[in-house]
């Protein structure tokens, strides 16, 4: 199985690489669940979350200015032309790891926001 390169970012925690396997049961065990996907301002990447986590009660994660609160862990991916996960690019992975950490519900509690 092809390994792919992705930037998860759980809860209270910063943003990590991570390598796993590109396959769907990878991304669901990353956010421990069903996977629905958003949006995320880096060219050529999508963001998956867990599908329930809300109605689950999963903690808090990070403020989206068009979805408003994702919770549980968020998972980065790169995605070509059709549609396919692929894995990140460098450039993608610093883009995908400051992106996360502005939007970082702890970040904006420690600074007053």
Do not use: F, W
Not at 3 to 8: E, F, G, K, N, R
Not at 17 to 43: H, K, M, T
Not at 47 to 61: H, I, K, V
């Amino acid at each position: 199985m092809e390994l792919i390169t992705v930037v998860i970012k759980q809860p209270t925690q910063p943003p990590m690489i991570r390598q796993i396997e590109n396959c769907l049961q990878s991304l669901q065990s990353a956010v421990d669940g069903y996977i629905e996907s958003c949006s995320i301002p880096v060219d050529g990447a999508v963001a998956y979350c867990n599908d329930e986590g809300l109605l689950d009660g999963l903690p808090e994660n990070i403020d989206h200015p068009d979805y408003g609160l994702i919770v549980g862990t968020i998972i980065v991916t790169g995605v070509d032309e059709d549609g396919e996960t692929i894995s990140l690019t460098d450039k993608q992975v610093e883009e995908a790891i400051r992106v996360l950490s502005e939007m970082d519900v702890a970040r904006d509690a420690t600074n007053g926001n």
